[in-house]
C-alpha cells in the first residue's frame, strides 16, 4: 500500500495542479493560483470564567480573490491547523468558481474544543478572535460564515464585534447570521438542500432512484443531520448516521425525528437505541447506495476505498477524500460528487444573504430554495460535461471548470502593477 500524504494543503495542491496540466496552464499562473493570496496566524488570549486565563491560536487565510471578496467560513476545532485552513480556504476558490458566484476563497480557524467552553468563554474567544483579523475581513474584502462547531450565535458576535469597532451596523460582514440579524431564510438548511440537488442529478445519470435509496451519513451536524431530514422525506432509506463518538446501523431505517430528539439531550447517536452501534470506519463501508461523508477530511483513503460499496459518494464536508482514494473509487465506477461542487449549497445561500444584505430587501424561503436548485443543477451539468469532455472524473471535471474561470479573471485583470 503506497503511503500517503494526508497534508490537506498538498492535496489541494494535487488536486489544482492535475487541472492546470489539464487546461496547460503555465508555471507562472500555476504558482500564483497555488499560493494563498494572505495568511494571518493571532493570538487569542481569553479570561476563563475561573479568572485565569488561555491563549488559543487562530487563522484567517485568502487565497484568491480575483473573482471577487474571499468568502469562506470559521472553524473552531482542537485539530485546526494553517495548513488545514489554508487548504480549506482554496477548496472555497474553487467551489466559489464552480458555482460562478463573484467571490474568491477564503477560511479562518481556532484550534480549541468549544464544547470545554461555557457559552461566555466561547464569545471572548470569538469577539477577541474577529478583533484579531479585523483588518482583513469586510463586506467586500472577506466574509466568514459558519463550519465545523460553529453556529449563527458565533456570526452573531462577529457582526457585532466587526460593527462596534468601525462604528456602524454591518450587516454583511458575516453570513450564516440569525434571521433577526439579516440572516437568510434557508441558510441553515442550503448545503444540505444542494447535496440533495446534486444527488437527484447524480441517480438520474446512474439510473438509480433517490426515492428507496440506501443512505449512510457520516457527521451529523449542520450538514449531515438536515440531510438527513430532506432525503427521508424524499423517500430514501437512511440506514446509518454517525457522530464524533461513533454511529448506529439499521438496514430497516432510521427516523431522522428521533435522532434528532435522542441528539438534543446530549447523547451520542453510537447509544440510539434503534439501531446496531458502529465506529465511524464500519459506516463507510457499509452496503449502501449512497455514502456522504459530513464530518471531516481524510475519511476515505487508500486503505479503505477498496472496500467502500456504495454507488455515488456525495462529500458533503471538505476533503473526505484523499486522491488515492479518488483514484480508486473512478476505477472502481463509483461516482464520488466532489466537496467543491456538493457541499456548495452552503456558500450559495451565502451568497444570497450577501446579497439581500446590500439591498436590505429579504426574500421568502421558497425563493431562496428555488434559486439555490437553480445555481447547482446548472453547475452539476457544467461538472458533468467538463468530465466527459475530459474523459475524468466529475471532480476532474469540476476542478477544470473552476480553475479555467479562476485563471480567466486573473488573466483579464492583470497582475498589479
Ligand atoms: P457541525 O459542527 O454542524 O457538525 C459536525 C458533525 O461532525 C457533528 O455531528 C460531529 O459530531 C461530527 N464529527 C466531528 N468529528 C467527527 C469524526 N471524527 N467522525 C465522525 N463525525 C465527526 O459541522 P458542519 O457545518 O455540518 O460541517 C461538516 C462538514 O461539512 C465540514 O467538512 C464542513 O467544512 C462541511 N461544510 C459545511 C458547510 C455548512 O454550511 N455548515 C458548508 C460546506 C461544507
Known sequence: MPRENLNPFKIAQ?????????????????????????????????????GSYRVFTGHRVAHNMARGPAKGGIRFHPDVTLDEVKALASWMTWKCACLDLPFGGGKGGVAVDPHQLSIHERERLTRRYT???????????????????????????????????????????????????????????????????????????????????????????????????????????????????????????????????H??????????????KITNKQLLELPVD????????????????????????AEAA???????????????????IPDILANAG???VSYFEWVQDFSSFFWDQSEVDRRLEGYMKRAYRAVAEKAADYRTSLRGGAYVLAVGRVVDAVRVRGIFP
Open 14 to 50: 494535487h488536486y489544482f495542479q492535475q487541472a492546470a496540466d489539464r487546461l496547460g496552464i503555465d508555471e507562472g499562473m500555476c504558482a500564483i493560483l497555488s499560493t494563498p493570496k494572505r495568511s494571518l496566524t493571532v493570538a487569542i488570549p481569553v479570561r476563563m470564567d475561573s
Open 290 to 313: 449512497i455514502l456522504v461523508p459530513a464530518a471531516l477530511e481524510n475519511q476515505i483513503t487508500a486503505a479503505n476505498a477498496g472496500r467502500i460499496r456504495a454507488k455515488i459518494i
Open 346 to 348: 452552503g456558500v450559495t
Open 131 to 261: 478583533s484579531e483579523i479585523l483588518p482583513l475581513i469586510g463586506p467586500e474584502q472577506d466574509i466568514p460564515a459558519p463550519d465545523v462547531y460553529t453556529d449563527p450565535q458565533v456570526m452573531a458576535w462577529i457582526m457585532d464585534t466587526y460593527s462596534m469597532t468601525k462604528g456602524a451596523t454591518t450587516l454583511g460582514v458575516v453570513t450564516g447570521k440569525p434571521f433577526s440579524l439579516g440572516g437568510s431564510r434557508g441558510r441553515d438548511t442550503a448545503t444540505a438542500r444542494g447535496v440533495q440537488v446534486v444527488l437527484r442529478e447524480a441517480c438520474k445519470d446512474r439510473k438509480l432512484s433517490l426515492k428507496g435509496a440506501r443512505v449512510a451519513i457520516q457527521g451529523y451536524g449542520n450538514a449531515g443531520a438536515n440531510l438527513a431530514k430532506l432525503l427521508h422525506e424524499e423517500g430514501s432509506r437512511i440506514v446509518a448516521v454517525s457522530d464524533s463518538r461513533g454511529g448506529t446501523h439499521n438496514p430497516r431505517g432510521l427516523d431522522p425525528a428521533q435522532l434528532a430528539a
Open 318 to 336: 471538505n476533503g473526505p477524500t484523499t486522491p488515492l482514494a479518488d483514484e480508486i473509487l473512478f476505477k472502481r465506477g463509483r461516482t464520488v
Open 263 to 276: 441528539k438534543s439531550g446530549g447523547k451520542s447517536l453510537a447509544t440510539f437505541p434503534g439501531g446496531k
